[in-house]
């Protein structure tokens, strides 16, 4: 066993994204490059057009993403091929006049996308931006995606999302407009969080702004007086926003316990000046008798996460701090600089699991069951498990609040639940 | 005014610049770039079962390269693994990832083969594979290690495939004398072109009824190493695409084995492909059933020949023949429809500038997207990608970028009898419709 997880690191050693080891040496499929993210919201913004500057792999593959190089409303999606020339000397101006063309083909609002040859070759891409603002009508933001320095697919999305502030122009401000960062308008996978609707109720404009936003709403946002964060992925975006037009923001999207989330909602009453707190005193109740059920059953119970969880270290704070359940080890697809502070804490409570990144999913669940979990939470490719498992965490994204932190503990319940009729199912027949 | 100067907003330094510019826009495409040599070889290697690839390079490029390969119809082939790289690897230029992967997949599932190839990041840093290769081999004797697709930016999908069919016979095929049946290997039947495996099995159906030969390989759409092994053991080697030429010269060389270069396309260039082998192998083969092929065509042709007679006469322009794709596709497609059926030809392009002929030269993006724009009256077939953006009928296509799935391997071919019958049948229908 100690071979096969000798190479690993406890959370505690990890200080960014690129520390964090493989689970195994051998890569495949791999995770998501965060070229795919970005053409994947480019696509998906209406009004945004884009072009993506790589080698024929990136460009050729983000076809598979942003499929066609035309959208619904005249958006373009163009690429750039370097050549061996530009390799060597830079394509500065080889993408300088790719954007021209596309501005005069139409395109407004430009995203420029750098994949791994243009980050490698170092090439200025805030500069590029810089120049062509001055040269052109449309307005051009640059990303720089490199694989080799965003080792997986987050990046892709929090770095597009902080980028669209760079399109933004101050407006004058609307006390009753409010940014929700995260959800799209048009969300279908999760149940709007009741916040949300309280706030709408009590006649605040809320805009959701997502990979389904337009630029036109995107453009509009720098009115509001609070940001509301609902997914990692808008965190530098809100940051970004505060920096450059001095909007507050409360990030809710790593909280998880009751006092968290009160003092989180007690901001967004201070800044709006309407009541909150006192309006979700029954589901903060709700929870607290939710958490104390769920106590006896959890405590101790070992568990690890896998993928497709948003936030693996604040949840892992949640649950040892809540029931005292021992995390053995960590999937983590991103390294976020404000993982930092659960980190320590997570260690002040005598607990360090080991961390890795799971890259080889067919090869995951034969190691992973050595470690011997009660529990695991989070997606691994179609093994048969022994263990208990919940497979779906991917349907909270965009939730929030007490209702989500409710949402997690019954599914968690249910899996235990369900396993445990199995096992006496077994036994009977036995 | 002319198109040129609506830019000059200043002064003539400026100009020069923004010229200078344009000439070096030359990277913009709407649609998919000729793909690169690294490409071309992961292609090739892609269909080769009990083997394996593993890449040195940042994982997301195998990740979707898997998922294309899924899209095109290959499954459970061979193995595709990645090493990623972060940039200490790059800064350093360690290659101790490189040496674990191959351990763990020698422990996993020990491929007799793995190739290695390189991303475009360690070519960017000028890593030696050849050298690392040559370094470890030593500590891995039982596992054949193979290193392709080295070949620097300027190298597009074409040398990708060159280099792959050539390396896989230099590499790893081995003398055994001649098989006491008849036997030949197809050279060229890659995965990068529209509709390979319906192309391959009607030509391994036409000389099994010809000749009563049996494919040894098929490289490399449909074979294991040990096919590869054995090629040497061949009757004929049948080149397939002019990349695979170079190839079937190595094993005339080494085992001195006679090689025919044609892709087969309409009834008389089947028949004469088939008269050529026979010559080759000195067996004249089944003449019987090339006739019934060729009446089986025919007969079915004269159905529809009326029809294609009165346009013509009338509208000859509703039949001429705009191909777009591959070379020898084109040529193939082109020289049945013109020769045997007497459509007139429009303009035609092929997609690598190394392979230009005259009638049929190379044309880029923006020269191509002009044939589609003004085509209103017409047979045009290129790439799906092409056809549904010019807003033409995708049926017609004849080469990549595809836009669908193709898990059904069972379509109609193009090349050989059946082929012919494809097409008569896909033009008489467009022409009408």
């Known amino acids: ?430 | 005014m002319s198109g040129q100067w609506q830019y000059w907003t200043g002064s003539w330094g400026h100009w020069i610049r923004i010229k200078e510019r344009r000439k070096n826009a030359m990277g913009l495409h709407r649609f998919k770039p000729v793909p690169s040599g690294r490409m071309g070889v992961l292609w090739t290697l892609a269909t080769i079962r009990d083997a394996a690839v593993i890449e040195f390079g940042c994982m997301g490029h195998m990740l979707y390269a898997g998922t294309s390969l899924k899209r095109i119809g290959i499954q459970d082939a061979c193995r595709l693994y990645s090493t990623h790289l972060n940039e200490s690897d790059i800064s350093m230029g360690d290659t101790s990832r490189l040496e674990k992967v191959i351990e763990t997949v020698i422990k996993e599932i020990n491929p007799r083969v793995i190739f290695l190839t390189p991303s475009a990041v360690p070519e960017v840093i000028g890593i030696d594979l050849h050298g690392f290769c040559r370094q470890v081999q030593a500590r891995f004797p039982d596992n054949r290690l193979i290193v392709l697709g080295s070949g620097g930016f300027d190298k597009q999908l074409h040398d990708g495939v060159r280099e792959t069919l050539t390396t896989l016979v230099k590499e790893l095929t081995g003398s055994a004398g001649l098989t006491p049946n008849r036997t030949y290997n197809l050279i060229g039947s890659c995965a990068d072109l529209f509709r390979f495996q319906e192309d391959k099995e009607e030509l391994v159906r036409l000389l099994r009824e010809t000749f009563q030969m049996e494919p040894l390989c098929i490289l490399s759409s449909d074979t294991e190493i040990a096919g590869i092994e054995q090629m040497g053991s061949a009757h004929i080697n049948l080149v397939i695409r002019r990349e695979g030429k170079e190839a079937a010269r190595e094993l005339y060389k080494r085992f001195g084995t006679p090689y025919v270069c044609g892709r087969p396309y309409g009834v008389k260039g089947t028949t004469a492909w088939l008269e050529e082998i026979a010559e080759v192998i000195g067996y004249e083969g089944s003449r019987e059933f090339i006739r019934k092929e060729e009446q089986f065509v025919w007969s079915r042709y004269r159905t529809v020949s009326p029809n294609f007679q009165r346009l013509l006469r009338s509208e000859p322009e509703n039949l001429a023949l705009s191909l777009g794709g591959h070379i020898d596709v084109v040529k193939g497609i082109l020289e049945f429809g013109c020769t045997e059926l007497s459509f007139p030809q429009a303009r035609c392009w092929c997609d690598s500038p190394a392979m230009e002929e005259e009638g049929i030269p190379y044309l880029k993006e923006e020269e191509w997207i002009e044939i589609i724009e003004g085509h209103d009256k017409g047979l045009l077939m290129c790439s799906a990608e092409a056809l549904e953006w010019g807003g033409k009928k995708t049926e017609l296509q004849i080469s990549n970028p595809d836009l669908k799935w193709r898990l059904y391997p069972f379509e109609p071919p193009f090349v050989g009898y059946r082929g012919a019958l494809n097409l008569i049948n896909l033009w008489i229908n467009s022409c009408e419709a």
């Open chain 1, 1 to 430: 066993m100690k071979d096969a997880f000798g190479h690993l690191k406890p959370l505690s050693e990890i200080r960014n994204n690129a520390g964090i080891p493989f689970l195994t040496p051998d890569v495949a499929p791999g995770t998501h490059c965060p070229m795919r993210m970005a053409s994947v919201i480019c696509e998906e913004i209406e009004g945004l057009s884009s072009l993506l500057v790589g080698m024929p792999e990136c460009t050729t593959y983000s076809r598979m993403f942003s499929q066609s190089a035309q959208g619904r409303k005249g958006e373009l999606h163009w690429l750039y091929v370097l050549d061996s020339r530009e390799i060597v000397f830079g394509c500065r101006d080889g993408v300088i006049e790719a954007v021209r063309k596309m501005e005069e083909k139409g395109a407004k609002d430009i995203l420029v996308i750098g994949t791994c040859i243009p980050d490698l070759i170092g090439e200025d891409f805030e500069s590029i931006a810089y120049e062509l603002e001055a040269e052109t009508n449309s307005k051009t933001a640059c990303i720089l995606l490199g694989q080799f320095k965003n080792i997986s697919y987050p990046a892709g999305s929090y770095k597009t999302m902080e980028a669209l502030v760079m399109l933004m122009q101050p407006k004058q401000r609307n006390q009753r407009s409010v940014n929700v960062l995260g959800r799209s308008p048009k969300e279908e996978h999760s149940p709007k969080p009741k916040l949300f609707a309280y706030l709408e109720e009590s006649g605040y404009q809320l805009r959701y702004l997502g990979p389904k936003s337009s630029m036109e709403e995107i453009k509009e946002a720098p009115d509001a007086v609070l940001n509301i964060v609902v997914s990692p992925y808008t965190l530098p975006m809100a940051r970004k926003m505060e920096q450059k037009f001095g909007i507050e923001c409360v990030a809710l999207q790593e909280i998880y316990d009751t006092p968290g989330i009160e003092q989180a909602y007690r901001r967004v009453e201070d800044i709006l000046g309407c009541r909150i707190v006192c309006m979700f005193r029954e589901d903060e109740q709700a929870l607290r008798m939710k958490e104390e059920a769920a106590g006896k059953l959890l405590r101790d119970k070992r568990f690890l996460m896998t993928l497709r969880v948003d936030l693996p270290i604040p949840l892992t704070g949640y649950l040892i701090q809540q029931f005292g359940m021992y995390p053995v080890l960590l999937h983590l697809e991103e390294f976020y600089p404000e993982d930092h502070r659960y980190v320590s804490e997570i260690k002040k409570l005598g607990y360090d699991p080991l961390v890795c990144r799971i890259v080889n999913e067919s090869g995951a669940y034969g190691l992973l069951e050595k470690l011997s979990p009660d529990l695991g939470i989070g997606y691994l490719a179609d093994a048969e498990k022994c263990v208990t498992w919940v497979d779906n965490m991917l349907d909270f994204y965009g939730m929030i609040g007490y209702e989500r932190t409710m949402a997690i503990l019954d599914r968690i319940m249910g899996a235990l639940d369900q396993n445990k009729g199995e096992e006496e199912e077994c036994h009977g027949l036995a």
